[in-house]
Protein backbone atom coordinates (compact mmCIF):
# COMPACT_ATOMS: atom_id res chain seq x y z
CA UNK A 1 0.00 0.00 0.00
CA UNK A 2 3.15 2.14 0.09
CA UNK A 3 2.42 3.45 -3.52
CA UNK A 4 -1.41 4.34 -2.71
CA UNK A 5 -1.58 8.39 -2.83
CA UNK A 6 -2.89 8.32 0.50
CA UNK A 7 -1.98 11.80 1.30
CA UNK A 8 -3.20 13.76 -1.83
CA UNK A 9 -6.69 11.98 -1.55
CA UNK A 10 -6.67 12.96 2.14
CA UNK A 11 -5.97 16.36 1.47
CA UNK A 12 -8.16 16.99 -1.39
CA UNK A 13 -11.19 14.85 -0.21
CA UNK A 14 -12.55 17.21 2.61
CA UNK A 15 -12.20 20.46 0.07
CA UNK A 16 -14.62 18.33 -2.39
CA UNK A 17 -17.04 17.95 0.37
CA UNK A 18 -16.67 21.24 1.34
CA UNK A 19 -17.83 22.35 -2.13
CA UNK A 20 -20.43 19.43 -1.98
CA UNK A 21 -21.66 21.07 1.43
CA UNK A 22 -21.81 24.57 0.38
CA UNK A 23 -23.69 24.10 -2.40
CA UNK A 24 -26.38 22.54 0.31
CA UNK A 25 -29.61 24.73 -0.11
CA UNK A 26 -29.21 27.15 3.31
CA UNK A 27 -32.90 25.91 4.15
CA UNK A 28 -31.27 22.14 4.13
CA UNK A 29 -29.22 22.50 7.42
CA UNK A 30 -29.74 19.12 8.53
CA UNK A 31 -28.81 17.50 5.42
CA UNK A 32 -25.65 19.95 5.14
CA UNK A 33 -24.51 18.76 9.36
CA UNK A 34 -25.51 14.88 7.78
CA UNK A 35 -23.22 15.01 4.84
CA UNK A 36 -20.05 16.69 6.48
CA UNK A 37 -20.22 14.35 9.37
CA UNK A 38 -19.86 11.21 7.02
CA UNK A 39 -17.66 13.32 4.72
CA UNK A 40 -15.23 13.68 7.67
CA UNK A 41 -15.33 9.97 8.95
CA UNK A 42 -14.22 8.85 5.47
CA UNK A 43 -11.35 10.73 6.03
CA UNK A 44 -10.62 9.60 9.73
CA UNK A 45 -11.21 6.26 8.43
CA UNK A 46 -8.62 6.38 5.47
CA UNK A 47 -6.12 8.08 8.06
CA UNK A 48 -6.33 5.34 10.05
CA UNK A 49 -5.57 2.78 7.35
CA UNK A 50 -2.72 4.84 6.54
CA UNK A 51 -1.21 5.42 10.00
CA UNK A 52 -1.62 1.11 9.67
CA UNK A 53 0.32 1.23 6.32
CA UNK A 54 3.46 3.21 7.76
CA UNK A 55 6.20 1.31 8.63
CA UNK A 56 7.55 2.55 11.97
CA UNK A 57 10.87 1.57 11.07
CA UNK A 58 11.27 1.69 7.61
CA UNK A 59 11.90 4.97 5.54
CA UNK A 60 11.95 8.27 7.14
CA UNK A 61 9.74 10.22 4.62
CA UNK A 62 6.66 7.29 3.03
CA UNK A 63 3.92 8.12 0.95
CA UNK A 64 5.60 10.10 -1.16
CA UNK A 65 4.10 11.73 -4.10
CA UNK A 66 4.90 14.96 -6.78
CA UNK A 67 3.05 16.29 -8.99
CA UNK A 68 4.29 18.99 -11.51
CA UNK A 69 3.31 22.54 -10.59
CA UNK A 70 5.17 25.76 -11.32
CA UNK A 71 8.28 24.54 -13.12
CA UNK A 72 9.56 27.56 -13.64
CA UNK A 73 10.09 28.10 -10.11
CA UNK A 74 11.10 24.25 -9.83
CA UNK A 75 7.40 24.38 -7.00
CA UNK A 76 5.50 21.01 -7.23
CA UNK A 77 2.70 19.49 -5.07
CA UNK A 78 4.83 17.29 -2.87
CA UNK A 79 3.61 15.75 -0.14
CA UNK A 80 5.27 12.78 2.15
CA UNK A 81 5.07 12.17 5.69
CA UNK A 82 7.24 11.11 8.78
CA UNK A 83 6.14 10.12 11.89
CA UNK A 84 5.77 13.76 13.18
CA UNK A 85 3.81 14.35 10.43
CA UNK A 86 1.66 11.40 10.43
CA UNK A 87 -0.13 11.46 14.38
CA UNK A 88 -0.69 15.03 13.29
CA UNK A 89 -2.64 14.18 10.42
CA UNK A 90 -4.52 11.55 12.74
CA UNK A 91 -4.89 13.76 15.15
CA UNK A 92 -6.68 16.42 12.74
CA UNK A 93 -8.88 13.61 11.30
CA UNK A 94 -9.76 12.28 14.56
CA UNK A 95 -10.83 15.77 15.52
CA UNK A 96 -12.60 17.36 12.63
CA UNK A 97 -15.76 14.90 13.12
CA UNK A 98 -16.32 15.53 17.02
CA UNK A 99 -16.03 19.23 16.04
CA UNK A 100 -18.79 18.79 13.34
CA UNK A 101 -20.84 16.50 16.00
CA UNK A 102 -20.05 19.41 18.81
CA UNK A 103 -21.37 22.13 16.26
CA UNK A 104 -24.48 20.64 15.67
CA UNK A 105 -26.91 22.74 17.31
CA UNK A 106 -24.41 26.04 17.62
CA UNK A 107 -25.30 27.67 14.29
CA UNK A 108 -28.81 29.63 14.40
CA UNK A 109 -30.36 28.66 10.99
CA UNK A 110 -32.55 32.45 11.18
CA UNK A 111 -29.12 34.76 11.06
CA UNK A 112 -25.96 32.15 9.49
CA UNK A 113 -25.84 29.99 6.70
CA UNK A 114 -25.22 26.50 8.19
CA UNK A 115 -24.34 24.52 4.75
CA UNK A 116 -21.56 27.30 4.73
CA UNK A 117 -20.01 27.07 8.31
CA UNK A 118 -19.84 23.40 8.02
CA UNK A 119 -18.04 23.70 4.33
CA UNK A 120 -15.76 26.19 5.98
CA UNK A 121 -14.20 23.71 8.76
CA UNK A 122 -14.19 21.01 5.84
CA UNK A 123 -11.97 23.75 3.82
CA UNK A 124 -10.27 24.32 7.07
CA UNK A 125 -9.61 20.29 7.29
CA UNK A 126 -8.41 20.15 4.22
CA UNK A 127 -5.88 22.71 4.53
CA UNK A 128 -4.64 21.66 7.63
CA UNK A 129 -3.66 18.01 6.17
CA UNK A 130 -2.05 19.82 3.42
CA UNK A 131 0.62 21.77 5.58
CA UNK A 132 1.39 19.17 7.38
CA UNK A 133 1.85 16.70 4.43
CA UNK A 134 3.76 18.90 2.38
CA UNK A 135 7.33 18.09 1.01
CA UNK A 136 7.63 21.28 -0.89
CA UNK A 137 8.85 24.50 0.88
CA UNK A 138 6.47 26.77 -1.62
CA UNK A 139 3.65 24.23 -1.14
CA UNK A 140 3.73 24.67 2.66
CA UNK A 141 3.75 28.75 2.75
CA UNK A 142 0.90 28.86 0.30
CA UNK A 143 -1.35 26.66 2.50
CA UNK A 144 0.23 28.17 5.78
CA UNK A 145 -1.31 31.12 4.54
CA UNK A 146 -4.56 29.78 2.80
CA UNK A 147 -5.32 28.49 6.03
CA UNK A 148 -6.20 31.56 7.57
CA UNK A 149 -8.82 31.89 5.31
CA UNK A 150 -11.22 29.61 6.70
CA UNK A 151 -10.79 30.16 10.32
CA UNK A 152 -10.60 34.14 9.67
CA UNK A 153 -14.18 33.75 8.55
CA UNK A 154 -14.90 30.86 10.83
CA UNK A 155 -14.57 33.82 14.14
CA UNK A 156 -15.49 36.62 11.98
CA UNK A 157 -18.99 35.68 10.89
CA UNK A 158 -19.67 32.96 13.45
CA UNK A 159 -18.27 34.05 16.18
CA UNK A 160 -19.18 35.52 19.65
CA UNK A 161 -19.32 39.07 21.18
CA UNK A 162 -15.75 41.19 19.60
CA UNK A 163 -15.72 38.50 16.46
CA UNK A 164 -14.42 40.66 14.38
CA UNK A 165 -11.93 42.49 16.12
CA UNK A 166 -10.52 38.76 16.88
CA UNK A 167 -10.93 37.77 13.41
CA UNK A 168 -8.64 40.78 11.98
CA UNK A 169 -6.06 40.69 14.44
CA UNK A 170 -5.67 36.75 13.88
CA UNK A 171 -5.94 37.07 10.41
CA UNK A 172 -2.96 39.97 10.77
CA UNK A 173 -0.98 38.81 13.12
CA UNK A 174 -0.46 35.44 11.25
CA UNK A 175 -0.15 37.21 7.90
CA UNK A 176 2.66 39.57 9.13
CA UNK A 177 4.52 36.74 10.22
CA UNK A 178 3.78 34.85 6.53
CA UNK A 179 5.64 37.54 5.47
CA UNK A 180 8.83 36.98 7.13
CA UNK A 181 8.54 33.63 5.93
CA UNK A 182 8.22 34.23 2.30
CA UNK A 183 11.36 36.55 2.26
CA UNK A 184 12.92 33.55 3.88
CA UNK A 185 11.66 31.23 1.48
CA UNK A 186 12.75 33.17 -1.58
CA UNK A 187 16.49 33.26 -0.24
CA UNK A 188 16.02 29.62 0.91
CA UNK A 189 15.53 29.79 -3.47
CA UNK A 190 18.01 31.59 -4.40
CA UNK A 191 20.77 30.07 -2.05
CA UNK A 192 19.85 26.86 -2.02
CA UNK A 193 21.54 26.71 -6.15
CA UNK A 194 19.31 24.65 -7.24
CA UNK A 195 16.24 26.46 -7.90
CA UNK A 196 13.97 24.04 -6.47
CA UNK A 197 11.97 24.18 -3.40
CA UNK A 198 11.98 20.54 -2.09
CA UNK A 199 12.66 20.20 0.96
CA UNK A 200 15.46 16.61 0.59
CA UNK A 201 17.21 18.67 -2.19
CA UNK A 202 17.55 21.94 -0.10
CA UNK A 203 18.12 20.03 2.93
CA UNK A 204 21.63 18.17 1.41
CA UNK A 205 22.40 21.59 -0.34
CA UNK A 206 21.91 23.57 3.42
CA UNK A 207 25.60 22.30 4.64
CA UNK A 208 26.61 24.99 1.81
CA UNK A 209 24.95 27.78 3.35
CA UNK A 210 26.80 31.20 4.60
CA UNK A 211 26.34 31.39 8.58
CA UNK A 212 25.14 34.69 8.27
CA UNK A 213 22.51 34.00 5.99
CA UNK A 214 21.25 30.43 7.19
CA UNK A 215 20.87 32.57 10.84
CA UNK A 216 18.81 35.66 8.72
CA UNK A 217 16.67 32.66 6.80
CA UNK A 218 16.33 30.28 9.96
CA UNK A 219 14.97 33.95 11.69
CA UNK A 220 12.36 34.56 9.03
CA UNK A 221 10.86 31.14 9.48
CA UNK A 222 10.82 31.07 12.99
CA UNK A 223 9.47 34.81 13.41
CA UNK A 224 6.60 33.35 11.62
CA UNK A 225 6.24 29.97 13.27
CA UNK A 226 6.47 31.62 16.85
CA UNK A 227 3.70 33.91 15.84
CA UNK A 228 1.55 30.62 14.93
CA UNK A 229 2.12 28.72 17.83
CA UNK A 230 2.09 31.03 19.57
CA UNK A 231 5.16 31.73 21.50
CA UNK A 232 5.76 34.75 23.90
CA UNK A 233 5.64 37.32 22.70
CA UNK A 234 3.60 36.52 19.88
CA UNK A 235 0.93 35.25 21.41
CA UNK A 236 -1.29 38.06 21.61
CA UNK A 237 -3.94 37.02 19.26
CA UNK A 238 -4.60 33.65 20.94
CA UNK A 239 -6.48 34.86 23.90
CA UNK A 240 -9.14 37.17 21.77
CA UNK A 241 -9.37 34.24 19.34
CA UNK A 242 -9.69 31.70 21.59
CA UNK A 243 -12.45 33.95 23.43
CA UNK A 244 -14.17 35.14 19.91
CA UNK A 245 -14.22 31.71 18.26
CA UNK A 246 -17.14 29.17 18.58
CA UNK A 247 -16.00 26.72 21.54
CA UNK A 248 -15.43 23.74 19.03
CA UNK A 249 -13.91 25.83 16.28
CA UNK A 250 -11.60 27.15 19.07
CA UNK A 251 -10.67 23.21 19.94
CA UNK A 252 -9.49 22.92 16.15
CA UNK A 253 -7.79 26.60 16.36
CA UNK A 254 -5.65 25.69 19.54
CA UNK A 255 -5.76 21.68 18.99
CA UNK A 256 -3.60 21.56 15.61
CA UNK A 257 -4.04 24.69 14.00
CA UNK A 258 -1.47 26.33 16.81
CA UNK A 259 0.80 23.01 16.11
CA UNK A 260 1.42 24.23 12.22
CA UNK A 261 3.93 26.79 14.27
CA UNK A 262 6.05 23.71 16.44
CA UNK A 263 5.76 21.50 13.47
CA UNK A 264 7.13 23.72 11.13
CA UNK A 265 10.15 24.53 13.56
CA UNK A 266 10.91 20.83 13.79
CA UNK A 267 10.47 20.15 9.78
CA UNK A 268 12.53 23.76 9.05
CA UNK A 269 13.91 25.33 11.06
CA UNK A 270 15.99 22.70 12.61
CA UNK A 271 17.01 20.61 9.68
CA UNK A 272 17.72 23.05 6.97
CA UNK A 273 19.71 25.59 9.51
CA UNK A 274 21.50 23.36 12.40
CA UNK A 275 23.98 25.99 12.71
CA UNK A 276 21.47 28.61 13.04
CA UNK A 277 19.44 26.69 15.52
CA UNK A 278 22.22 26.11 18.16
CA UNK A 279 22.66 30.02 17.66
CA UNK A 280 19.26 30.49 18.52
CA UNK A 281 18.37 27.89 20.75
CA UNK A 282 19.36 29.76 24.14
CA UNK A 283 17.19 32.64 23.21
CA UNK A 284 14.21 30.56 22.15
CA UNK A 285 14.67 28.61 25.84
CA UNK A 286 14.57 31.86 27.60
CA UNK A 287 11.14 32.93 25.59
CA UNK A 288 9.77 28.78 26.30
CA UNK A 289 10.37 29.72 30.06
CA UNK A 290 8.96 32.80 30.15
CA UNK A 291 5.92 31.90 28.27
CA UNK A 292 5.33 29.50 30.42
CA UNK A 293 5.25 31.43 34.17
CA UNK A 294 4.34 34.55 32.41
CA UNK A 295 0.73 32.55 30.57
CA UNK A 296 -0.08 30.80 33.59
CA UNK A 297 0.66 33.54 35.94
CA UNK A 298 -2.01 35.38 33.87
CA UNK A 299 -4.80 32.49 33.60
CA UNK A 300 -5.00 32.40 37.27
CA UNK A 301 -6.95 35.39 37.17
CA UNK A 302 -9.28 35.04 34.06
CA UNK A 303 -12.77 35.36 34.43
CA UNK A 304 -13.28 33.96 31.11
CA UNK A 305 -13.22 30.48 30.75
CA UNK A 306 -12.37 30.47 26.85
CA UNK A 307 -9.69 33.16 27.50
CA UNK A 308 -8.59 31.08 30.15
CA UNK A 309 -8.06 27.91 28.29
CA UNK A 310 -6.34 30.44 25.53
CA UNK A 311 -3.70 30.82 28.08
CA UNK A 312 -2.81 28.00 29.19
CA UNK A 313 -2.58 26.65 25.86
CA UNK A 314 0.05 29.51 25.37
CA UNK A 315 1.65 28.09 28.72
CA UNK A 316 1.91 24.35 27.10
CA UNK A 317 3.41 25.88 23.99
CA UNK A 318 6.73 27.47 26.07
CA UNK A 319 7.04 23.12 26.93
CA UNK A 320 6.67 22.21 23.76
CA UNK A 321 9.28 25.05 22.53
CA UNK A 322 11.95 24.21 25.30
CA UNK A 323 11.21 20.41 24.70
CA UNK A 324 12.60 21.34 20.75
CA UNK A 325 15.40 23.53 21.74
CA UNK A 326 16.80 21.20 24.69
CA UNK A 327 17.76 18.98 21.20
CA UNK A 328 18.38 15.63 22.99
CA UNK A 329 15.54 12.59 21.57
CA UNK A 330 13.75 12.64 24.96
CA UNK A 331 12.64 16.07 24.99
CA UNK A 332 12.20 15.98 21.09
CA UNK A 333 9.48 13.28 21.82
CA UNK A 334 8.32 14.58 24.67
CA UNK A 335 7.64 17.68 22.42
CA UNK A 336 6.00 15.74 19.76
CA UNK A 337 4.07 13.76 22.33
CA UNK A 338 3.27 16.90 24.01
CA UNK A 339 1.77 18.56 20.42
CA UNK A 340 -0.61 15.29 20.75
CA UNK A 341 -1.40 14.97 23.84
CA UNK A 342 -2.66 19.12 23.81
CA UNK A 343 -4.50 18.80 21.32
CA UNK A 344 -6.48 15.95 22.72
CA UNK A 345 -6.77 17.71 26.24
CA UNK A 346 -7.13 21.36 24.98
CA UNK A 347 -9.62 19.69 22.63
CA UNK A 348 -11.50 18.09 25.34
CA UNK A 349 -11.53 21.34 27.75
CA UNK A 350 -12.35 23.78 25.09
CA UNK A 351 -15.37 21.24 23.49
CA UNK A 352 -16.51 20.82 27.20
CA UNK A 353 -16.54 24.54 28.17
CA UNK A 354 -18.34 25.24 25.12
CA UNK A 355 -21.80 23.10 26.30
CA UNK A 356 -20.86 24.77 29.48
CA UNK A 357 -21.37 28.36 27.19
CA UNK A 358 -24.08 26.94 25.17
CA UNK A 359 -26.52 26.34 28.32
CA UNK A 360 -25.41 29.02 30.56
CA UNK A 361 -25.39 31.68 27.84
CA UNK A 362 -22.19 32.99 29.06
CA UNK A 363 -18.85 32.33 29.23
CA UNK A 364 -17.96 34.25 32.31
CA UNK A 365 -16.42 32.10 35.80
CA UNK A 366 -18.62 34.28 38.06
CA UNK A 367 -22.21 33.25 36.29
CA UNK A 368 -21.67 29.86 37.25
CA UNK A 369 -20.67 28.31 40.94
CA UNK A 370 -22.32 24.93 42.00
CA UNK A 371 -23.39 24.04 38.87
CA UNK A 372 -22.43 20.40 39.54
CA UNK A 373 -25.14 20.40 41.23
CA UNK A 374 -27.43 20.60 38.22
CA UNK A 375 -25.28 19.22 35.71
CA UNK A 376 -22.96 16.67 37.39
CA UNK A 377 -21.92 14.12 34.63
CA UNK A 378 -20.75 16.89 32.71
CA UNK A 379 -18.93 18.96 35.47
CA UNK A 380 -17.09 15.70 36.27
CA UNK A 381 -15.82 15.73 32.76
CA UNK A 382 -14.66 19.14 32.87
CA UNK A 383 -12.60 18.50 36.10
CA UNK A 384 -10.69 15.45 34.08
CA UNK A 385 -10.29 17.43 31.29
CA UNK A 386 -8.85 19.97 33.85
CA UNK A 387 -6.84 17.33 35.21
CA UNK A 388 -5.50 16.35 31.49
CA UNK A 389 -4.66 19.84 30.94
CA UNK A 390 -2.71 19.83 34.45
CA UNK A 391 -0.99 17.08 33.45
CA UNK A 392 -2.48 14.44 36.11
CA UNK A 393 -0.32 11.33 36.36
CA UNK A 394 -2.12 8.79 34.83
CA UNK A 395 -3.52 11.25 31.62
CA UNK A 396 -1.36 11.46 28.83
CA UNK A 397 -0.23 15.10 28.81
CA UNK A 398 1.68 13.83 32.29
CA UNK A 399 4.08 11.19 29.19
CA UNK A 400 4.67 14.08 26.81
CA UNK A 401 5.53 16.85 29.91
CA UNK A 402 7.69 14.60 31.74
CA UNK A 403 9.46 13.56 29.17
CA UNK A 404 10.24 16.98 27.97
CA UNK A 405 11.45 17.88 31.60
CA UNK A 406 13.89 15.19 31.99
CA UNK A 407 14.91 15.11 28.41
CA UNK A 408 15.69 19.03 28.99
CA UNK A 409 17.15 18.64 32.75
CA UNK A 410 19.93 17.03 30.87
CA UNK A 411 21.51 19.68 29.07
CA UNK A 412 19.79 22.68 30.56
CA UNK A 413 19.51 22.00 33.96
CA UNK A 414 18.00 25.74 35.06
CA UNK A 415 15.60 26.11 32.47
CA UNK A 416 13.56 22.16 33.67
CA UNK A 417 13.77 23.51 37.07
CA UNK A 418 12.25 27.09 36.17
CA UNK A 419 9.96 25.50 33.61
CA UNK A 420 8.71 22.79 36.67
CA UNK A 421 6.99 25.96 38.79
CA UNK A 422 4.61 26.21 35.82
CA UNK A 423 3.21 22.91 36.60
CA UNK A 424 2.22 24.35 40.65
CA UNK A 425 0.82 27.38 38.61
CA UNK A 426 -1.02 24.95 36.06
CA UNK A 427 -2.59 23.52 39.25
CA UNK A 428 -4.02 26.17 40.95
CA UNK A 429 -5.95 28.09 37.77
CA UNK A 430 -6.83 24.42 36.38
CA UNK A 431 -8.87 23.85 40.05
CA UNK A 432 -9.91 27.46 40.55
CA UNK A 433 -11.66 27.04 37.79
CA UNK A 434 -13.49 24.08 38.40
CA UNK A 435 -13.87 25.22 41.92
CA UNK A 436 -15.58 28.72 40.95
CA UNK A 437 -17.37 26.98 37.87
CA UNK A 438 -18.87 23.55 39.52
CA UNK A 439 -18.22 23.36 42.85
CA UNK A 440 -19.43 25.06 45.96
CA UNK A 441 -22.64 26.67 46.56
CA UNK A 442 -25.34 26.73 44.09
CA UNK A 443 -25.99 29.64 42.07
CA UNK A 444 -29.28 30.15 42.43
CA UNK A 445 -29.62 32.31 38.83
CA UNK A 446 -28.65 28.72 37.40
CA UNK A 447 -31.56 27.38 38.77
CA UNK A 448 -34.04 30.07 36.36
CA UNK A 449 -31.68 28.74 33.11
CA UNK A 450 -33.95 26.04 31.73
CA UNK A 451 -30.66 24.28 29.69
CA UNK A 452 -28.89 24.22 32.69
CA UNK A 453 -31.09 21.71 34.15
CA UNK A 454 -30.11 19.27 31.26
CA UNK A 455 -26.93 16.86 32.11
CA UNK A 456 -24.73 15.99 29.40
CA UNK A 457 -26.77 14.61 25.78
CA UNK A 458 -26.09 11.48 23.97
CA UNK A 459 -24.19 13.57 21.36
CA UNK A 460 -22.46 14.96 23.74
CA UNK A 461 -21.27 11.61 25.04
CA UNK A 462 -20.10 10.15 21.74
CA UNK A 463 -18.21 13.73 21.22
CA UNK A 464 -16.38 13.15 24.67
CA UNK A 465 -16.05 9.67 25.19
CA UNK A 466 -13.08 9.21 22.39
CA UNK A 467 -10.68 11.77 24.16
CA UNK A 468 -11.21 10.65 27.26
CA UNK A 469 -10.58 7.33 26.51
CA UNK A 470 -7.37 8.26 24.52
CA UNK A 471 -6.01 10.36 27.34
CA UNK A 472 -6.53 7.81 29.77
CA UNK A 473 -5.35 5.22 27.17
CA UNK A 474 -2.24 6.80 26.24
CA UNK A 475 -1.01 8.09 29.72
CA UNK A 476 -0.23 4.60 31.15
CA UNK A 477 0.66 2.88 27.42
CA UNK A 478 1.92 5.96 25.15
CA UNK A 479 3.96 2.93 23.09
CA UNK A 480 1.95 2.97 19.97
CA UNK A 481 2.43 6.87 19.26
CA UNK A 482 6.10 7.15 20.59
CA UNK A 483 7.18 4.24 17.79
CA UNK A 484 5.99 6.52 15.57
CA UNK A 485 7.26 9.89 16.77
CA UNK A 486 10.60 8.60 17.97
CA UNK A 487 12.61 7.57 14.41
CA UNK A 488 11.80 10.89 13.30
CA UNK A 489 13.08 13.11 16.34
CA UNK A 490 16.16 10.89 15.90
CA UNK A 491 16.86 11.89 12.79
CA UNK A 492 16.12 15.05 13.30
CA UNK A 493 18.52 15.54 16.15
CA UNK A 494 20.99 14.13 13.43
CA UNK A 495 19.90 16.81 11.39
CA UNK A 496 20.89 19.38 13.61
CA UNK A 497 24.37 17.70 14.70
CA UNK A 498 23.58 17.01 18.23
CA UNK A 499 23.77 13.92 20.59
CA UNK A 500 22.42 12.91 23.63
CA UNK A 501 24.14 13.30 27.04
CA UNK A 502 26.16 10.60 28.23
CA UNK A 503 24.99 8.30 31.16
CA UNK A 504 26.47 10.42 34.52
CA UNK A 505 28.26 8.20 37.05
CA UNK A 506 30.09 8.80 40.12
CA UNK A 507 33.63 7.31 41.50
CA UNK A 508 35.67 8.71 43.78
CA UNK A 509 33.77 12.09 44.57
CA UNK A 510 34.56 13.07 40.94
CA UNK A 511 31.64 13.25 38.41
CA UNK A 512 32.51 11.23 34.99
CA UNK A 513 30.48 10.80 31.79
Not at 130 to 157: C, K, N, Q, R, T
Not at 204 to 233: C, M, Q, Y
Not at 479 to 490: F, G, L, M, Q, R
Request: hydrophobic share 55%.
Amino acid sequence: MKDFPFLSILTLLPLVGAAVVAFIPRARGNLAKTIALAWSLVVLALSVVMWIAFQAGGERFQFRESYQWIPTWGARFTFATDGIALVMLVLIALLVPLVILASWNDVDETQRSVPTYFALLLTLECTMIGVFAAADVFLFYVLFEVMLVPMYFIIGSYGGQRRQYAAVKFFLYSLVGGLFMLAAVIGLWVVGGHHTFDWETLKGASAAFDTNTARWLFLGFFIAFAVKAPFFPFHTWLPDAGVAAPAPAAALLVGVLDKVGTFGILRYCLPLFPEASRWFAPAALVLGVIGILYAALLAVGQNDLKRLVSYTSIAHFGFIGIGIFAFTTQAGTGSVLYMVNHGLATGLLFLVVGMFVSRRGSSLVSDFGGAGKLIPVLAGVLFFAGLASLALPGTAPFISEFLVLIGTFTTHKVYAVIATFGIILAAAYVLWMVQRTTQGTLNPVLTEVPAMRKDITLREKIVVAPLVLLLLLLGFYPKPVTDVINPAVEQTMQDVGTTDPGPTAVANGRVAR
